[in-house]
């Protein structure tokens, strides 16, 4: 008896198949339903949070949040993106970003 395992990989098109280094640096802006980044030139990029991120209102103000619910930024906060841009011109977030020492 012979068994044979076939694996086809699918192209990455939108979203990274690892994680990228750049940096976005803004300050977190209302976007539709979301939260983007808005650099210091003015710009606005949408951005694909980590899995399990999710943005989440309170008191009037969109909130970032982690898997555990924990408010990572909110809209207003400057905020540093690891991560890189995709074919779909959103930026794909790795786990690594943080919000500037300013933030509260």
Known sequence: MLI????TLAPVTAAC?????GL??????ADGSGLSV???NGATTAVAWPPGYGVREESGTRVLVD????VKGREGDPIEV???LGTDDVWHA???FS???TVS
């Open 4 to 7: 044979a395992f076939v694996m």
């Open 38 to 40: 808005r650099s210091a």
């Open 17 to 21: 198949s690892s994680c990228q280094t």
């Open 82 to 84: 690891v991560g890189g």
């Open 94 to 96: 790795c786990n690594d």
């Open 24 to 29: 976005l640096d803004g300050v977190l802006v």
């Open 67 to 70: 898997v555990a619910g924990s």
């Open 99 to 101: 919000p500037k020492s």
